[in-house]
């Protein structure tokens, strides 16, 4: 018993907690941008593939990596400033702007896929993990990455949290989210506040996607893979719930990873989206409240 605990189930626990970070960050961003913009970002996706293609350029041209993670992010800003200046700022007081930013942003997405395929070609690239080796705790190996990437993962997402809610900034955007009309009498450019937040959260997708291309690779379809696991993570843990994100994503990882110890791999999705069915049936809003209640 100790022996599979040890040496079967703790390494899939690792994984998951690994991965469980990444999509943690992946559907931050989502979570931040319906919670406040109340727009669902089918382009979500692909943004955490230009991230893992910035990186993977980046590394290429010699660019270290500790300054590649904070480039990324710097360099998907002003992508996504624009993008919600440009083109869903235009839609928002359509009386069917569910529909469009959805058609749109879906739209945004086939179009980006198909510029990867031009410009990195449809092949995999996978950078080598910038750190190597591997640590022995209780007889367990564990890769350095992995356990940097839960760390810093970790601390990326106490930080977002710090931001939302312990900021001037957060206060802003909060009250954006509450009350739009009221936020704007009192001064607030609720344009650019939305705009910021777009940004903010498409940063974050491209930053999740450089961090998990070392493991996973970079490939012009990635976004799909990770798109349907993200939007699992928001809805059970509540739309435009930060704190629901972070723990649905750390459970569904979990469940994913310890999962395919027991059931071919192609069963795991379905059973994260049976757990998916199994909570809404339950509590239809998801496990938490929204952007406004925490």
Sequence with gaps: MIEYLQFILAPQVVNGLSLGMAVVLMALGLTIIFGLLDV???SHGEFYAAGAFASVSLLAIGVPFWLMLLLVPLILLP??????????????????????TLLLTFGVATVLEDVYKLIWGPNPIRPEAPIGGAIEFLGLILPNYRLFLMAFGGLLIVGVMWLIY???????????????????????????????????????????????????????????????????VVIVGGLGSIKGAVIAGLLLTQV??????????????????????????????????GLKNG
């Design 256 to 289: 994913q990873a310890i999962s395919s110890l027991y059931i071919p791999p192609v069963w795991t999705e379905p059973l994260v989206f049976t757990v998916m069915v199994l909570v809404l049936m339950f509590k239809p809003a998801g496990l938490f409240g």
């Design 166 to 232: 312990k900021t001037s900034f957060g206060a802003i955007v909060r009250a954006a989210a509450f009350d739009r009309d009221m936020s704007a009498s009192l001064g607030i450019s609720v344009k650019r506040v939305y705009a910021l937040t777009f940004s903010f959260g498409v940063a974050i997708a491209g930053l999740s996607g450089a961090l998990l291309a070392p493991i996973y690779s970079a490939f012009p379809t990635m976004g799909k893979d990770f798109i349907l696991l993200a939007f699992t």
């Design 40 to 42: 669902i970002n089918m």
């Design 79 to 100: 992508i996504g400033f624009l993008m919600e200046v440009a083109l869903i700022q235009r839609v928002y007081h359509h009386k069917d702007r569910h529909i469009l």
